[in-house]
């Protein structure tokens, strides 16, 4: 289950064009499932929204203590996520990975699935730009019509007026 949650949330990130943001901490707790229970709350994580697992690659600093590596997903606010856990006295160190090559670590996914969706996660950025070029197209089409419409009016007023003046003659 866990896992999965971890594939999900890396192919979201992907997806959605955002580094991994690997959040690092020491955690004192009976195992390190309860560390990360323990460090999602501090957070204000849960399992929907973060993985979190034991990072196999520092040893144990003391007998119940857990180095934790919590990845939350595109929806969460990082920055808030480390303040929340530094302000509860927590040390916290953060990196960002690619999510692909992350997802390249993960047992049992294929490397064809993990392809197709590098590749699809590729179209997706492309047609983010695309749409942001798009907002920005009608962005200033808006303005101008905005423009035009002022000077418009201003020159019917004129008009308006005009006639007014000529009517009183």
């Known amino acids: 289950e ?30 390190a499932d309860a560390a990360c229970t323990e460090a999602l709350a501090k957070a204000g994580l849960t399992t929907d929204n973060a993985v979190c697992e034991q ?8 007998l119940a203590s857990y180095t934790i590596v919590m990845i939350p997903d595109p929806s969460v ?8 856990l530094e302000s509860e006295g927590y040390t916290v160190t953060e990196q960002d990975e690619d999510p692909i090559a992350v997802l390249r670590t993960v047992d049992g996914v294929a490397t064809a699935d993990i392809d197709a969706l590098e590749t699809e996660a590729d179209a997706a ?12 197209e009608t962005k200033t089409a808006d303005a101008k019509v905005a423009s035009d419409s002022g000077a418009i009016r201003a020159g019917v007023f004129a008009a308006v007026a005009a006639l007014s003046v000529l009517a009183l003659a």
Request: no cysteine.
């Open 2 to 31: 866990k896992k999965k949650k971890k594939v999900k949330i890396l192919a979201d990130l992907a997806i959605a064009g955002k580094k991994a943001k690997k959040i690092k901490s020491t955690v004192t707790a009976d195992s």
């Open 55 to 62: 990072d196999t690659s520092s040893r144990r600093k003391l």
């Open 77 to 84: 606010d990082s920055a808030r996520v480390i303040a929340s």
């Open 125 to 136: 950025a492309e047609l983010g730009t695309g749409v942001a070029d798009l907002d920005t």
